[in-house]
């Protein structure tokens, strides 16, 4: 009975006892691996896969990892740069000695499935990349509610350039001593405040407007 097995982007005819050369898998030497892709079992009564047989499967014995002849490549540039470039590559490859093809009962046969190596690390790579918990959200501002203090400050504020002789630059200094309305300034004393010079007029004004 022999199996046509697909893998690496290849297809294989085998059967059993056959040495196979096929793309790196990943697999060590000594290992038994199964392949689950079949195309097709012929014997006496073949079957033919849409797009695989289900249930059937080839099973092989990692002889070693060996590497393919090696490939040169050439490539040459006549014109302008005249340059030249040459490459060699020897292609990865698993060894295997097929053992058993089987027509039916390949699920329940406990053997590993032979995977590419590409396949594995991607494989490796999901199980480890479990979704991060979710951040907590995060907690409004602190400087929010001091935002909104001294907004409402503001616009509780009196509008101290309307005594005459106090100018925005005055109002600034008054502003930053604490002073931002008229029943403020009237308490001021001219003699002892400190933070900016305050006319005895600028209180006097002040008084008549809280009024």
């Not at 073949?46 to 050439?74: H, S, W």
């Not at 470039?85 to 089987?102: A, K, N, S």
Request: no cysteine; net charge positive; charged share 30%.
């Amino acid at each position: 009975m022999f199996a046509v097995l697909k893998t690496g982007g290849k297809q294989y005819k085998v059967q059993a006892g056959d040495i196979l050369r096929v793309e790196l898998l990943a697999a060590e030497a000594g290992d038994k691996v199964q392949f689950n892709e079949i195309l097709m079992v012929g014997g006496d009564k073949p079957q033919l896969g849409t797009p695989f047989v289900e249930g059937a499967a080839v099973q092989a014995e990692v002889i070693d990892n060996i590497k393919a002849d090696k490939v040169i490549t050439y490539h040459k540039r006549r014109r302008k740069h005249s340059s030249q470039r040459t490459r060699g590559h020897r292609q990865q490859l698993t060894l295997l000695r097929v053992t058993d093809v089987l027509a039916s009962g390949a699920d329940k046969s406990g053997v590993k499935e032979a995977v590419g190596t590409a396949i594995a690390r991607r494989a490796a790579h999901g199980s480890k990349g479990e979704a991060a918990p979710a951040k907590p959200a995060k907690a409004a501002a602190p400087k929010a509610a001091p935002k909104a203090e001294a907004a409402a400050s503001v616009s509780e504020a009196d509008d101290l350039k309307v005594i005459n002789g106090l100018g925005p630059a005055a109002e600034k200094k008054l502003n930053e001593a604490g002073i931002t309305t008229f029943a403020q300034l009237a308490a001021v004393d001219p003699e002892t405040f400190e933070a900016t010079k305050v006319k005895p007029d600028w209180v006097e004004q002040a008084k008549e407007l809280t009024k």
